[in-house]
T-cell receptor, first 116, second 113 residues
Framework: GAVVSQHPSWVICKSGTSVKIECRSL??????MFWYRQFPKQSLMLMAT?????????EQGVEKDKFLINHASLTLSTLTVTSAHPEDSSFYIC????????????FGPGTRLTVT | GENVEQHPSTLSVQEGDSAVIKCTYS??????FPWYKQELGKRPQLIID?????GEKKDQRIAVTLNKTAKHFSLHITETQPEDSAVYFC????????????FGQGTTLQVKP
């Protein structure tokens, strides 16, 4: 139980284009989803918290117009990196939690984004 | 906001020895402290967690201790094995129902056979 998937697992895009990453909870309803960014050999940095049906809450320093988050259903959240630049290249990981056990986060496998 | 400090950044031990990783947190309202193991290019995996109403929790070779007064918690791995080699992250959850986690900087553990 508590499986979270991400798609794609890796993506290469050109500067200036947009990339959408999907995060799905496969066997439970995720009332809250989190998006993290992880640079090589660094920790997970929380980008935003999203609750189903409401606007995401972004962490300080994260541009909400650049990293668009949509949590349209209890099983799907998407992160769109708009007008991507090489410095956006990173490992993006989502996680999900349920209202019943809000503290336990289940992580997706991550998406490796490379912007050329 | 919450801040989590983790030490050491790297740790090398001989197979069979114990490994200890320590974390401190700043927000006294934090009440959930998970530990994750992450292998290269993979997702973080929860290995153990502790809530603020207990001081110690053990699961086979892994144990976590919590000192609320000092605001620090530690991960103890006994009888280390080469497959324990990975990056370990501590985290703290601030109060409230969002479950938002703040992560420590990570510890790269190397277990030498």
């Amino acid at each position: 139980g508590a499986v979270v998937s991400q798609h794609p697992s890796w993506v290469i895009c050109k500067s200036g284009t947009s990339v959408k990453i999907e995060c799905r909870s496969l066997d439970f309803q995720a009332t809250t989803m989190f998006w993290y960014r992880q640079f090589p050999k660094q920790s997970l940095m929380l980008m935003a918290t999203s609750n189903e049906g409401s606007k995401a809450t972004y962490e300080q320093g994260v541009e909400k117009d650049k990293f668009l988050i949509n949590h349209a259903s209890l099983t799907l959240s998407t992160l769109t990196v708009t007008s991507a630049h090489p410095e956006d290249s990173s490992f993006y990981i989502c996680s999900a939690s349920t209202s019943g056990r809000p503290r336990e986060q289940y992580f997706g496998p991550g998406t490796r984004l490379t912007v050329t | 906001g919450e801040n989590v400090e983790q030490h050491p950044s790297t740790l090398s031990v001989q197979e069979g020895d114990s490994a200890v990783i320590k974390c401190t947190y700043s927000d006294s309202a934090s009440n959930y402290f998970p530990w994750y193991k992450q292998e290269l290019g993979k997702r973080p995996q929860l290995i153990i967690d502790i809530r603020s109403n207990v001081g110690e929790k053990k699961d086979q070779r892994i144990a976590v201790t919590l000192n609320k007064t000092a605001k620090h918690f530690s991960l103890h791995i006994t009888e280390t094995q080469p497959e324990d080699s990975a990056v370990y992250f501590c985290a703290a959850s601030i109060s409230g129902n969002t479950g938002k986690l703040i992560f420590g900087q990570g510890t790269t553990l190397q277990v030498k056979p």
